[in-house]
């Protein structure tokens, strides 16, 4: 199962659209009912307006219909291997829990796991903020 989601981000990588950064991402999720979804970056001439690869595969597996996240594989070249950023986490979190792995990785076979707790403790959630 693992290899699955590495080699699915792996190749959600190749397709990332990264000309002004050169630093192609692939996330793939796995889902309780072991479906994979992903993503790639995908950049914009207006900078700011760029998608991380992480955000594009949550929105692929809420647009299929899923709202569960049992695993993430976030994939670059990076050694060692990047996590996702910090906007990446927050809306990780809206559908992972704060023992939800996070695996990142590189084309060298190097590894790091996280927990989304331990990447983002304490993340924002409106049910639990208190409203006027
Ligand atoms: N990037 C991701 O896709 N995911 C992350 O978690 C970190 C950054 C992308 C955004 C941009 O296209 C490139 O990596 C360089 O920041």
């Given at each position: 199962m693992k290899k699955k989601l590495i080699e699915a981000a792996k190749r959600a990588q190749q397709n990332a659209?990264?000309?002004?950064?050169?630093f192609p991402v692939g996330a793939a999720i796995r889902t309780p009912s072991g479906k994979i979804f992903t993503g790639a970056n995908v950049e914009n001439?207006?900078?700011?307006l760029t998608r991380c690869a992480e955000q594009i595969a949550v929105g692929a597996m809420v647009t299929a219909g899923e709202r569960a996240i049992a695993e993430v594989v976030v994939y670059s070249a990076a050694s060692p291997p990047v996590a996702p950023c910090g906007a990446c986490r927050q809306v990780l979190a809206e559908f992972a829990g704060p023992e939800t792995p996070i695996l990142c990785v590189n084309d060298r076979g190097e590894e790091r796991r996280y927990t989304l707790g331990e990447l983002l403790p304490e993340a924002f959630s409106l049910s639990s903020a208190t409203k006027t």
């Amino acid at each position: 199962m693992k290899k699955k989601l590495i080699e699915a981000a792996k190749r959600a990588q190749q397709n990332a659209y990264a000309p002004y950064s050169r630093f192609p991402v692939g996330a793939a999720i796995r889902t309780p009912s072991g479906k994979i979804f992903t993503g790639a970056n995908v950049e914009n001439s207006a900078f700011p307006l760029t998608r991380c690869a992480e955000q594009i595969a949550v929105g692929a597996m809420v647009t299929a219909g899923e709202r569960a996240i049992a695993e993430v594989v976030v994939y670059s070249a990076a050694s060692p291997p990047v996590a996702p950023c910090g906007a990446c986490r927050q809306v990780l979190a809206e559908f992972a829990g704060p023992e939800t792995p996070i695996l990142c990785v590189n084309d060298r076979g190097e590894e790091r796991r996280y927990t989304l707790g331990e990447l983002l403790p304490e993340a924002f959630s409106l049910s639990s903020a208190t409203k006027t």
